[in-house]
């Protein structure tokens, strides 16, 4: 077998073990199992939340080219600390005939190994998250006190090694002042670029200015001592957007925390002007909303189709006007589909009509409401089967806690083993407990009603009776599976399938009415 190693030392925990030591004990295994070791795959300071992890990528991407059969990590933390990662990575391995093995817990292809694996990345996934939250408790305490938290002070500020506070960079401060009072002067982030690189001014990193920094430096409030934290929103796929806020009730704000360098009344002005000019853009920028998108595919080729438009110039008022359509990606990008463009508003009120006939027509809602209950009622049985099973792992665990506390009070050698083993089944214990309770929630009587199914369908259609777009197309996106055009036919897959009136299951075969088939499928008409 032709092993390979993945070894990762977080920056989160110096305690954990060194990438030497993985590499020492994945290679130990490794010739215990008779596997041949031909590369090592190592990410150091990075975090397995994240795909910012490069040799681990370059990893998968060679598991494709066939150049090993297994990779060996230390702990499958290593791996990821997140289930849904930790899946979709593993499944790319398996495609390419390579499996994963983890050298403290061997686990076999048997249902136990898999549930018990399944529990071993939970418990990294809760242990990653709760040291985030302590992480978060020390930064909130520190804004509280007006200490900075981490990280390049903004321009116009530097950080006192003493206090830890931010105190008055004068000379980068009055570089803040130019940029404020031109962008009151009304002017664009073009001019003051300009302005400011004919000065020679440069950002904290020592680089020219650019629009995102001169929008982040317009919308700083510490420029005015109000101190702001936990105002972005958390990073997703490794990033974070400093364009997004979390909601105001989670943001701490201590006004006069620092010292202030923009006088308010400027600093209030400029924010009104960002506001209006961003409203201006928004009204000249309206978006089509295309109802859907991510549902329709090309029945030629099987390509996902997208929202296309073109102008055509009238011919009674000599007026440019626009018609939309969903055309084939595949036929956009490489002319080898026959396929035709279609028309949106006349697909889309296809679809739409058959939501309405299928779904939200007055004898459809109660009969679809009885199916739903049905299933609901079906499935319960398998849900008290789920519980009976954690209710049982709950005891297991907490007879094991006990028994390692009763050999922690009895004056056991090994304390820092048994220490180690009880934080491990605490954290099974608390995962353990907040499944049960979110089971028991599901098995209560009063929570899914033919009452408030009915509740919930009607709701929905008065969502589609509304005409609001957004509205319409998150409509589409839970009742729809697949709309498939061909150049003949339309094909619309729901995602509930239902018989009303004999007529059938839900997912079939559609046409649009032949008056409309020529308007849907030919050139349009003007």
């Given at each position: 077998?032709?092993?390979?190693?993945?070894?990762?030392?977080?920056?989160?925990?110096q305690?954990?073990?060194?990438?030497?030591?993985?590499?020492?004990?994945?290679?130990?295994?490794?010739?215990?199992?008779?596997y041949?070791?031909?590369?090592?795959?190592?990410?150091?300071?990075?975090?397995?939340?994240?795909?910012?992890?490069p040799?681990?990528i370059?990893?998968?991407?060679?598991a494709k080219?066939?150049?090993?059969?297994?990779?060996?990590v230390?702990?499958?933390?290593?791996?990821?600390?997140?289930?849904?990662?930790?899946?979709?990575?593993?499944r790319?391995?398996?495609?390419c005939g390579?499996?994963?093995?983890?050298?403290?817990?061997?686990?076999?292809?048997?249902?136990?190994?898999?549930i018990?694996?399944?529990?071993?990345?939970?418990?990294?996934?809760?242990?990653?998250?709760?040291?985030?939250?302590?992480?978060?408790?020390?930064?909130?305490?520190?804004?509280?006190?007006?200490?900075?938290?981490?990280?390049?002070?903004?321009?116009?500020?530097?950080?006192?090694?003493?206090?830890?506070?931010?105190?008055?960079?004068?000379?980068?401060?009055?570089?803040?002042?130019?940029?404020?009072?031109?962008?009151?002067?009304?002017?664009?982030?073009?001019?003051?670029?300009?302005?400011?690189n004919?000065?020679?001014?440069?950002?904290?990193?020592?680089?020219p200015?650019g629009?995102?920094?001169?929008?982040?430096?317009?919308?700083?409030?510490?420029?005015?001592?109000?101190?702001?934290?936990?105002?972005?929103?958390?990073?997703?796929?490794?990033?974070?957007?400093?364009?997004?806020?979390?909601?105001?009730?989670?943001?701490?704000?201590?006004?006069?925390?620092?010292?202030?360098?923009?006088?308010?009344?400027?600093?209030?002005?400029?924010?009104?002007?960002?506001?209006?000019?961003?409203r201006?853009?928004?009204?000249?920028?309206?978006?089509?909303?295309?109802?859907?998108?991510?549902?329709?595919?090309?029945?030629?080729?099987?390509?996902?189709?997208i929202?296309?438009?073109?102008?055509?110039?009238?011919?009674?008022n000599?007026?440019?006007?626009?018609?939309?359509?969903?055309?084939?990606?595949?036929?956009?990008?490489?002319?080898?589909?026959?396929?035709?463009?279609?028309?949106k508003?006349?697909?889309e009120?296809?679809?739409?009509?058959?939501?309405?006939?299928?779904?939200?027509?007055?004898?459809?809602?109660?009969?679809?409401?009885?199916?739903?209950?049905s299933s609901?009622?079906?499935?319960?049985?398998?849900m008290?089967?789920?519980?009976?099973?954690?209710?049982?792992?709950?005891?297991?665990?907490?007879?094991?806690i006990?028994?390692?506390?009763?050999?922690?009070?009895?004056?056991?050698?090994?304390?820092?083993s048994?220490?180690?083993?009880?934080?491990?089944l605490e954290?099974?214990?608390?995962?353990?407990?907040?499944?049960?309770?979110?089971?028991?929630?599901?098995?209560?009587?009063?929570?899914?009603?033919?009452?408030?199914?009915?509740?919930?369908?009607?709701?929905?259609?008065?969502?589609?009776?509304?005409?609001d777009?957004?509205?319409?197309?998150?409509?589409?996106?839970?009742?729809?599976?697949?709309?498939?055009?061909?150049?003949?036919?339309?094909?619309?897959e729901?995602?509930?399938?239902?018989?009303?009136?004999?007529?059938?299951?839900?997912?079939?075969?559609?046409?649009?009415?032949?008056?409309?088939?020529?308007?849907?499928r030919?050139?349009?008409?003007f």
């Amino acid at each position: 077998m032709r092993a390979v190693i993945y070894a990762r030392f977080s920056s989160d925990n110096q305690r954990e073990e060194s990438i030497t030591a993985q590499v020492r004990a994945c290679s130990e295994y490794a010739k215990q199992k008779g596997y041949h070791i031909v590369k090592i795959y190592a990410d150091e300071a990075r975090s397995a939340l994240t795909d910012d992890r490069p040799n681990f990528i370059r990893m998968i991407n060679e598991a494709k080219l066939g150049l090993f059969d297994v990779v060996l990590v230390h702990k499958l933390d290593r791996f990821a600390r997140n289930r849904y990662d930790s899946a979709i990575y593993k499944r790319e391995l398996r495609r390419c005939g390579v499996k994963v093995e983890s050298v403290l817990e061997q686990l076999d292809d048997s249902p136990e190994s898999i549930i018990l694996e399944s529990v071993l990345e939970g418990l990294a996934e809760y242990y990653s998250r709760n040291l985030a939250r302590e992480v978060m408790k020390g930064m909130m305490e520190n804004a509280l006190q007006g200490k900075h938290n981490g990280g390049l002070p903004p321009l116009g500020y530097d950080v006192d090694p003493e206090t830890k506070k931010l105190v008055v960079n004068e000379s980068e401060a009055r570089i803040v002042r130019l940029i404020f009072e031109l962008y009151a002067q009304g002017k664009s982030y073009n001019d003051i670029i300009f302005t400011l690189n004919q000065h020679g001014f440069k950002t904290k990193k020592g680089k020219p200015f650019g629009k995102n920094s001169i929008f982040e430096i317009l919308r700083n409030k510490k420029y005015i001592g109000i101190y702001v934290f936990n105002r972005s929103v958390s990073k997703k796929e490794g990033k974070r957007n400093n364009h997004l806020s979390k909601a105001p009730d989670e943001i701490v704000e201590i006004p006069g925390a620092i010292p202030a360098i923009i006088d308010e009344e400027l600093f209030w002005r400029v924010q009104s002007i960002m506001d209006k000019r961003k409203r201006n853009r928004a009204s000249n920028k309206a978006k089509t909303v295309y109802l859907l998108s991510g549902l329709i595919y090309c029945g030629e080729c099987g390509n996902a189709m997208i929202g296309d438009s073109s102008s055509y110039l009238t011919k009674k008022n000599k007026e440019h006007k626009k018609l939309y359509y969903y055309t084939c990606n595949y036929n956009g990008r490489t002319g080898q589909c026959n396929s035709q463009k279609v028309r949106k508003e006349l697909v889309e009120e296809f679809v739409l009509k058959q939501l309405r006939e299928r779904f939200f027509a007055e004898k459809a809602i109660p009969e679809l409401a009885e199916k739903i209950y049905s299933s609901f009622t079906s499935q319960k049985k398998e849900m008290g089967k789920e519980v009976k099973y954690i209710e049982k792992e709950l005891k297991e665990t907490e007879r094991k806690i006990a028994n390692l506390v009763n050999a922690l009070a009895n004056g056991a050698s090994t304390v820092n083993s048994i220490v180690e083993q009880l934080k491990l089944l605490e954290s099974k214990k608390a995962t353990l407990e907040v499944q049960l309770q979110e089971w028991y929630l599901k098995l209560q009587d009063n929570v899914v009603t033919k009452d408030n199914i009915i509740a919930f369908l009607k709701s929905k259609k008065e969502q589609l009776d509304s005409n609001d777009p957004v509205a319409l197309k998150s409509l589409c996106q839970e009742f729809i599976d697949k709309v498939t055009v061909n150049n003949d036919k339309t094909d619309v897959e729901f995602k509930i399938t239902v018989v009303i009136d004999g007529g059938g299951g839900g997912n079939r075969t559609h046409r649009p009415e032949d008056k409309n088939r020529k308007l849907l499928r030919g050139q349009p008409v003007f």
